[in-house]
């Protein structure tokens, strides 16, 4: 067959604007994340965050430029109270009241302008600490996306959602609050300075207490770490059981464990529960603990204060400035405790947020990659090998499908079929061996474009709470009505579809549940069909499907499969009657190809597999009898030639499928 021509219609395909090959343009409505973190790993947590810090440079360093400007103000005011109190003796004295309302109008002057400055300056910082938090948050979902099947197929949902959430809104606290409270340390030393140079006998007397509030701090910095880390992993393993229990709603109400699951629940509640409490305990015992020891020191400085103004040797103004000071002093200590506590808590979050970043995509692009445009869709597995763990699934598999080809892999359960298929999209890497289409190896191709090219309709779609038009235009947003009408209609959904309150409008609910397995299974394909893949694989995709609406969607995936080639995943025998020809999978290696027939007749394996998998999948296909559909009598007539044919039916009779007669040819 000549390549490119078949398809039935070209795609909308576009080169974009980097030269790459995408046979769906989709507008790009986001901005990358600004700044990525550091991806050295030996780095400090804080200095993995810096690039991100940095695209924020401007408004931080203005919020922090603000702060200090209002520290120094801060500063200045008690200085200025001593002047003013000091100048109230001369101006009793001799009547000279100018000084003295000067100073009163500058305090106030000072106090204005430390409002405004001190305003503007946490706004900026505040407004820093959540772009970074938005931009973190994008890093994160940028990263996830990148990231492979192995990596979903372990994590936890509310894992991901906590720290996407709460973990990286510790994160943003901290970075917020360290500028406001390291500002504070520069309050330290100018107080200082203005202390030493009223009396440096009373700034000793002052300090007596500082270096117990210190140890005080760095105690509590000790005992919250371990409590911070705990809290922030507890509210995720309360997360995770909230999740799957929505999620697995149906499941635990069919088995009536209403009652375990709560005890699950309300057992991590708890135990979240405990750890805040005794962070909240911690902190009460310490916070007034330090709140006395300053205390202590206040006490310390007006007795001490008090003797030398009785001595003469200091004026009362300068000890009530020297106290406000020796206050000041104190505060970076008492902010450090609970600044270091804050970093703990950011630490530890900072930890799990990297854990997911420091997660490296299994499956990634070459340096130099290569689109396919309009392939043929050859396809080839050449000793193929794959373990998901230790325990081997596919053990050499060597296979070549035509281009336009329709095979049918069929295999017992658990033998390695969707694995087969799930490798050809490089969902996983193959351990050994390689897999081309038209004679490309996959690993050259950006997975994007093979992703465009491989097109794949799972037993289980996923459907997005989004309306059913969206539903099936998720692959191709700029597609016209009619396209998805046309792609609906050739999957048999169109009729069922209109019957819905709102038509192509009706928004499904969470996963589609609010639609039946064999209608969302329509939906899949009809999503898959609009994108119109040359290579389209069908994994089980209608087993939830009436057999009678079956046949009809197998009358339109005839005249599709036709255009392209197509891979089969099946366990009935009407869909495997679609293939031109069978490939039987067996302990991880392709044990025969051929027709049907020939399998039938020469593979004694293979009619074993057929009838393992008629009896164990008829009372699927019973019980997901779908009531809406009319019957069709040309159905019925079909169904019953076949049947005629020697083509059993998988709702045939308990004893499988029979021989293939000798009419039983697979042609189409
Ligand atoms: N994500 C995974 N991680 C680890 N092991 C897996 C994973 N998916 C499948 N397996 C294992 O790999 C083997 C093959 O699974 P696979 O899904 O390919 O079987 P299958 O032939 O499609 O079966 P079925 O007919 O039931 O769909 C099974 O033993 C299964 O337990
Ligand atoms: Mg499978």
Redesign the pocket.
Known sequence: MSSATLRDTPPDSVHSEDGHYEPVNVTRRYDDPRADINRDQSKNWFLRLVPILLVNRWPFSIGIGLMVLTMIMGVSVPALTAELINAITPAVVDGETGYFFMLGGILVGISVIQFFFGFFGSYQLSRVSNMLEADLRSVIYNHLVTLS??FY?KIQTGQVISRANSDIKAIQMFLMMAPMMLTSILTFFLALTYMLTMSWELTLASMVSVPLVYVVSMKLRSVMFPLSWLTQARQADVAVIVDENINGQRIVKAFAQEAMQMNLLARAARKLQWVQVKSVEISAIYNPLIESLSVIGQVVVWVYGGWLVMQGELQIGTLVAFNMYAMMIQMPFRFLGMLLAMEQRAKASAGRVFEILDENPAVTDPDDPVDLVDPRGEIRFEDVHFA??D?A?LKGVNLNVDAGETVA?V??????????V?LLARF?EVGEGFITIDGVDIRQLRTKNLHYHVGQVL?EPFLFSISIRENIAYGKPDATMDEIIAAATAANAHEFILETNDGYDTVVGERGYTLSGGQRQRLGIARALLVNPPILVL??ATSAIDVRIEAQIHDALLALMSFRTTVL?A?RLSTINLADRVIL?DDGQVLATGTHTELLANIPRYSEILQQ?TVAHQPVVESEQEPEDESDVQHRARLAAMMRDGHNNDRGGPGGPGPGGPGGGMSR
Do not use: N
């Open positions: 099947f192995s197929d998901y763990g325990e699934i892999i295999g017992a359960t658990g033998s390695g079929k969707s694995t087969l799930r996983y037993d994994d089980d995943i366990h999978l998998q």
